[in-house]
């Protein structure tokens, strides 16, 4: 399913041009008539993920309202976006008594807000900030759009995931099915390192990740990966090393400016727009994310889950794992477990 | 297992595109397999695209889209601060773009060797109350530098000039390359095609229509009374009233405006000049694979009026805009429109031409 969120980039890009050479096989796969309604809020629409983030659900052809919520810039990033010639309409929320509006009659909300890394920060580190952020964000959503797919995306999502299961648990509102903690850049991330050093075309690569989304809670099942290659121990250590840290590479090359943003944001739409295929009843959508589950014997947990018309569908088991992901498995769990009871202590605190 | 369904698509994509190889192939007898034309077969199908302000507010999210680009086999990110970072972040996206950074002026050598399309953002953008204008002093200077290099390590290279005020970088632009002897008319575009994305969202607006079916060809320049909508030329085929042209023409020829007050000092429109500029580019590329029947409208030098550049409809192709069209049937407004446009486009011009001469 990933290839089409480039296509649905491409054929955005391609119509609407007065030329009609496109070669692309789904130019035409997207009929404004039989599409249904989507409406997907961004919450933190005017950072430095948000507003990439806002570019691309506006270029994809499932959204029919885009709505961008952040405390301050979004009537500028919603002027922007609202030129762009596809089909969703904008609207541009900034301030926290118009998040009601933004949010109502949601079908998939996206949360990027929030503050980043600095170098030598851990995830962790941002906690205190983006905890205080992320549970007012999901009281507005149990009131205004219960129901709605939530994708978090705030770091530490390891901690930020459970406290909106608290918040929503509390409201009375809280459906496992649709709460999501993004790991797809993981994913990315684990897919563009295998297919660099096992030299293959990484359009044809497919690596599931497990676990959590910091650090050594990152898991690449590369013995899963596909197309197969014959990776040494060592290959596999370093590729596994490198995923875990893809993170921090980035926050080091941007020196203090910040962290991924771009390809935080084209992963953010890629999970999202998995979401919307599966609300639109599209068969077989499988993502990784990290979702409550009872794959571990911890609450929450990432793997392939399948998507549809209620959000979760199906949370696919682990696979076969090789001994050293057995190993890395086991290794993960005790901080992973900490984060996730943070989560949740800090939101039956408040 | 992940979806059947998508490794079937992948497969038919990818059986269809040699089903369908471009018609020009077997058209062009005289084909000359120099380096330029040269498509190594079996050897990874795409162009080198360089990215010149790949740092800036256009230029990040620029080269976001042009990573998930299909046509991109070499991405190059070249900014005078903050490369690594972009580079980094956007060198973990999982398609086929082999993308490389590069920092200052003394890498702007390595940046464009080899490149097929550079596309130019770099620039400061406008804040509220300035017109692009305003902008010349330093962006002038910017893409005279940025054109000599184009000169000297790319001079076969399509650019695509996005960097404001384009009714004066362009003829800089041209300057720059005749005084090197490698200018080439068709080879050098202004990017308008913001100016398209907007009437046609605007249109679609009036007209209650999904922007994706309307086509509004826009001419003249990009700033202010030199963007002319041709209204009168809109596909679907339909009138609007007088008011209706008058609000519409206004609109879109203060489009960029709207943005730059929406953002109050934060900026100028980035994200849709983004998506324009990758379209264009697209388009550009496509063009050079041998796909026929590519056209969009860019500011080129021209003769369909008597102003040395001016933007309408072109056809892209293997060396670039190989025919310029002209404006088609105007009707009243739209030629009181057109004199009002070259006055300003002429002044924007000479400033740009002049800028090099001195």
Request: overall charge neutral; hydrophobic content about 40%; aromatic content about 6%.
């Amino acid at each position: 399913m990933r290839t089409s969120i480039v296509r649905s980039v491409q054929s955005a890009v391609a119509r609407s041009s007065s030329s009609s050479s496109s070669t692309y096989v789904c130019a035409r796969a997207y009929s404004s008539d039989s599409v249904p309604e989507r409406k997907v809020a961004v919450l933190g629409a005017a950072g430095g993920i948000g507003q990439p983030l806002a570019l691309l659900m506006k270029l994809n052809p499932l959204v029919s309202k885009l709505s961008l919520y952040d405390i301050a810039g979004t009537p500028g990033v919603a002027a922007d976006v609202s030129h762009i010639n596809t089909r969703s309409e904008v609207s541009g929320y900034a301030g926290e008594e118009h998040l009601g509006k933004a949010l109502e009659g949601a079908d998939v909300v996206i949360i990027p807000a929030g503050v980043p890394r600095k170098p030598g920060m851990t995830r962790d580190d941002l906690f205190n900030i983006n905890a205080g952020i992320v549970k007012s964000l999901c009281t507005a959503i149990a009131k205004y759009c219960p129901h709605a797919l939530v994708n978090m995306i705030s770091n530490p999502v390891n901690s930020t995931v459970p406290i909106a299961a608290e918040v929503f648990k509390k409201a009375g509102t809280y459906d496992e099915k649709r709460l999501f903690g993004v790991t797809t850049l993981d994913v990315v991330r684990a897919k563009t390192f295998y297919a660099g050093k096992a030299n293959v075309n990484v359009a044809e690569v497919n690596v599931p990740v497990i676990g959590g989304h910091a650090g050594i809670t990152i898991l690449p099942l590369f013995s899963q990966a596909t197309p197969k290659a014959n990776l040494s121990d060592e290959d596999i250590k370093a590729l596994t090393k490198r995923t875990q840290d893809g993170g921090t590479e980035v926050v080091e090359a941007k020196a203090g400016k910040g962290s991924a943003t771009l390809s935080m944001a084209y992963a953010g739409a890629i999970f999202a727009d998995a979401c919307l295929k599966g609300l639109n009843g599209v068969p077989d959508v499988v993502e990784c994310s990290y979702v409550q589950s009872n794959v571990t014997e911890l609450p929450f947990f990432a793997s392939k889950v399948r998507l549809g018309k209620n959000g979760v569908e199906e949370v696919l088991g682990l696979g076969p794992l090789s001994d050293y992901e057995k190993e890395t498995l086991e290794s993960l769990k005790p901080e992973l477990l900490s984060s996730i009871e943070k989560g949740i202590k800090f939101a039956s605190q408040s | 297992m992940e979806s059947i369904s998508s490794d079937v698509k992948q497969r038919l994509a990818r059986i269809s595109a040699h089903l369908n190889p471009s018609p020009n192939l077997q058209v062009e007898e005289n084909w000359v397999l120099s380096g330029e034309n040269c498509r190594a077969k079996g050897g990874s199908p795409g162009f080198k695209v360089a990215i010149l302000g790949a740092s800036g507010g256009i230029g990040q999210p620029l080269a976001m889209l042009m990573k998930m680009n299909p046509l991109v086999s070499v991405l190059h990110l070249y900014d005078v601060a903050n490369t690594p970072g972009v580079t980094a972040d956007i060198s973990h996206m999982d398609t086929s773009a082999v993308v490389r950074g590069f920092l200052g002026p003394q890498q702007l050598e390595d940046a464009l060797v080899g490149m097929d399309l550079v596309i130019i953002p770099a620039g400061v953008p406008r804040k509220p109350g300035m017109t692009r204008d305003d902008l010349f002093n330093i962006n002038a200077g910017i893409v005279k530098t940025l054109c000599e290099g184009i000169t000297k390590f790319c001079p076969n290279a399509i650019v695509n000039l996005i960097s404001n005020p384009v009714n004066s970088t362009v003829p800089i632009a041209a300057e720059v390359f005749k005084r090197a002897g490698t200018f080439d008319p068709k080879r050098l575009l202004g990017v308008t095609m913001l100016d398209v994305v907007r009437a046609n969202t605007f249109v679609a607006e009036v007209l209650g229509r999904d922007p994706r079916e309307v086509d509004v060809p826009v001419v003249g320049g990009h700033a202010g009374v030199t963007i002319l909508p041709l209204l009168s030329q809109v596909k679907p085929p339909c009138s609007f009233t007088p008011k209706e042209i008058d609000q519409l023409t206004d609109r879109i020829q203060n489009g960029g405006t709207e943005v730059v007050e929406a953002k109050a000092g934060a900026g100028s429109a980035t994200l849709s000049m983004a998506y324009a500029a990758v379209k264009f580019a697209d388009a550009c590329l496509r063009g050079l694979r041998g796909d026929s029947g590519i056209v969009e409208c860019s500011f080129v030098a021209s003769q369909v009026t008597e102003l040395p550049f001016f933007a309408s409809k072109v056809r892209l192709g293997r060396t670039g805009a190989e025919e310029i069209f002209s404006l088609g049937p105007l009707n009243e407004y739209e030629r009181a429109g057109l004199e009002k446009a070259k006055k300003e486009l002429a002044t924007s011009i000479e400033k740009g031409v002049s800028f090099v001469r001195k």
